[in-house]
């Protein structure tokens, strides 16, 4: 008896209205060693500081819409005008090599993951919701930002309200605290779906 | 908005062939305070340093076959020569009232749980399994007690061999390793399975 398990990738999906915290998040998550942060693809300009294949692939709205058309893309939306979306390539490669592999999306996106026909994408998903504490709070975090017009304030807060009550389709749900809290939270939750026995697959070495 | 989440108790039951460190890990865990530790009945004599009502109830074998057969037990398995059992009114009080429960059963115990006619058990219970890193350090471990005679430790250790098996009935499997990594394992379940979207309801405070 020596056990070794072995199992597929996990596909971890974040989702949260815009303005709770998600980016940061995932900006501290991708400090993680143990997994790959699938790069999303989008149509909207870069803001400051922003680079091209790091916090995005920033595309041409015709090279998107083409790709999208092609069938690469596992998951696309529009957005505040804007499209993001996910090529399928990346995430597959990963999860069938073992690696779980961290998808930042919107509902929109999550929504299309969980309809997906590709079993093997369907079985790794593990989505979870960051619940904005309250509305006064979300508002506080997206002016802090400050990267928004008001009317652009206004439509993501109207966004972010209706988008809250989207937590009961995901597996987990978040409420959202400080930026550690959320952290420790988070990676409860990626080592605890590793441990889940469905996804192990036992290979005993040598016998003693 | 102001989101606040209930949810009844979660039964967290963990499993382990004796030697794989299970006892101390449990003891490790019974320093967090957001759980009740349920101590379970026995007909086995104390060890030494074991105390009544902490470590086990010590119950003689007429008392405890007695509460089993007017249905006061959730579980009991007779291991070793000698019976185990979990109260049925100490796990659903607090399961009602939104604590969350930790079971220290063996597979059998499990195995009786999982059965169970109860919804509200069957739908509180998160089984976890921990598996022995070898079968020699199983064999190490359970030396390394020096409680039981040699006969003993033979059978422990047969036992032990069939038992590991077992895992994959459980939810969880953790291969054991340090006793501080078994302990991080398992309470990232513990918090994981307390953001699962349908163990949550919502209770919206004053709206904004």
């Not at 398990?5 to 815009?18: D, H, K, N, T, W």
């Not at 592999?101 to 790794?124: E, F, Y």
């Not at 919701?129 to 990267?147: A, W």
Request: charged letters at 30%; proline letters at 3%.
């Amino acid at each position: 008896m020596n056990p070794v398990f072995r199992r597929q990738g996990i596909l971890f999906v974040i989702s949260a209205p815009s303005g709770t915290g998600k980016t940061t998040l995932c900006e501290n998550l991708r400090a993680t060693p143990d997994f790959i942060y699938s790069v999303s693809c989008t149509t909207r300009l870069p803001r400051s500081g922003e680079v091209d294949g790091t916090d995005y692939h920033f595309l041409s709205k015709e090279n998107f819409l083409s790709r999208a058309h092609n069938g690469e893309m596992l998951e696309y939306a529009l957005v505040h005008g804007n499209y993001y979306g996910t090529l399928k390539t990346t995430v597959k490669e990963a999860l069938a090599q073992g690696t779980d592999v961290l998808l930042d999306i919107d509902v929109q996106g999550a929504m299309s993951i969980r309809k997906t026909d590709d079993v093997m994408v369907r079985d790794s998903l593990v989505d979870v919701f960051i619940m904005p504490p309250t509305i006064e709070e979300l508002e506080k975090r997206l002016r802090k930002r400050g990267t928004e017009t008001e009317e652009q304030v206004q439509m993501r807060l109207r966004t972010g309200r209706e988008e809250s009550k989207l937590w009961p389709l995901y597996k987990y749900t978040i409420l959202s605290g400080s930026m550690e809290e959320d952290l420790i939270k988070f990676r409860a939750i990626m080592r605890a779906e590793r441990y889940l026995s469905r996804r192990l697959e036992l290979n005993e070495g040598k016998s003693a």
